[in-house]
């Protein structure tokens, strides 16, 4: 199975709702591999290891850019204190 970059143009909101939603699927799925048999488990746990690269991934691009991103609005008076 081929791995790609996944970039995502987001704002805050919708980037924190991203995360929940793939933090909430990566719960259904080990929820799922508890019960299942072995192929379907070994299926379930690579999924598993996909969703985490896509978190690592977001986590490692939104790292970069928020801090120069709420720099910009408190700057511009985008966010209130």
Partial sequence: ??????VLKLDI?????VCRLL???L????KKAEVQHTFAQLLIAHEVDRTNYI???????WTKVLP???SNQ???GGLTQ
Wanted: a negative charge.
């Fill in 1 to 6: 199975m081929e791995q790609r970059e996944i």
């Fill in 13 to 17: 909101e919708s980037k924190q709702m």
């Fill in 23 to 25: 933090n909430k699927h």
């Fill in 27 to 30: 719960e259904e799925l080990l």
């Fill in 55 to 61: 978190l690592d991934q977001l986590n490692s691009q």
């Fill in 68 to 70: 120069f991103t709420l």
């Fill in 74 to 76: 408190q700057e511009s």
